[in-house]
């Protein structure tokens, strides 16, 4: 299986901040790279496809960029309601998800 | 308006079986796979296998294959997960999930929370 590596596995950051997460693949993906949001008790959340296609609806804060093995999940601003688990799933092989990244309040 | 909505929570001691179901409205069930994924709870994510609705043909991960079986019924518009036996290591939270095309999870399940124990 492909190994997905996401960092850093928790950060604190205050509203407004901008926000950086990236994911490293254990070979090389292309640019087939999902990122997903879950709250507490909730389901996850699709933000960003194929590295960078921001899913409808989600706010252009979002944005994701890389290819190959390294990639980012960038928030330019933190909102209150970004406070969340952020997840890369990578879908070259059998899909696999990073371990998760927690976004808590400083 | 694309739902999932997913049964509810069970409790089940280990050796039992379980059918757990994903029901779904607000699109054209054949033409979108359905795929379920695992969450041990405080954990992250395991993607266990797919199901294509057309024809009830299910692919499955590597972890998951032959301990459980994902079927559909197209005339319920809804997707299964089953145990014949379960083990107290299948305790976690069940999503299933809209694929969109072959590579991306767009809708998802509320989810299922599943208990084993003796």
Not at chain 2, 9 to 22: D, H
Request: contains cysteine; proline residues 4%.
């Amino acid at each position: 299986d492909i190994q997905m590596t996401q960092s850093p596995s928790s950060l604190s950051a205050s509203v407004g901040d901008r926000v950086t997460i990236t994911c490293r693949a254990s070979q090389s993906i292309s640019r087939y790279l999902n990122w997903y949001q879950q709250k507490p008790g909730k389901a996850p959340k699709l933000l960003i496809y194929a590295a960078s296609s921001l899913q409808s609806g989600v706010p252009s804060r979002f944005s994701g960029s890389g290819s190959g093995t390294d990639f980012t999940l960038t928030i330019s601003s933190l909102q209150p309601e970004d406070f969340a688990s952020y997840y890369c799933q990578q879908t070259y092989g059998t899909r696999t998800f990073g371990q998760g990244t927690k976004v808590e309040i400083k | 308006e694309v739902q999932l909505v997913q049964s509810g929570a069970e409790v089940k001691k280990p050796g039992e079986s379980l059918r757990i179901s994903c029901e779904t409205s607000g699109y054209s069930f054949i033409n979108y796979w359905i795929t379920w994924v695992r969450q041990v709870p405080g954990k992250g994510l395991e993607w266990m296998g797919r199901v294509d609705p057309t024809v009830s043909y299910p692919n499955y991960g590597p972890s998951f294959q032959g301990h459980v079986t994902i079927s559909s019924d197209k005339s319920t518009r809804t997707a299964f997960l089953h145990w014949s036996s379960l083990e107290a290591s299948d305790s976690a939270i069940y999503y299933c999930a809209r694929q969109m095309g072959t590579r991306v999870f767009d809708y998802w399940g509320q989810g299922t929370v599943v208990t084993v124990s003796s």
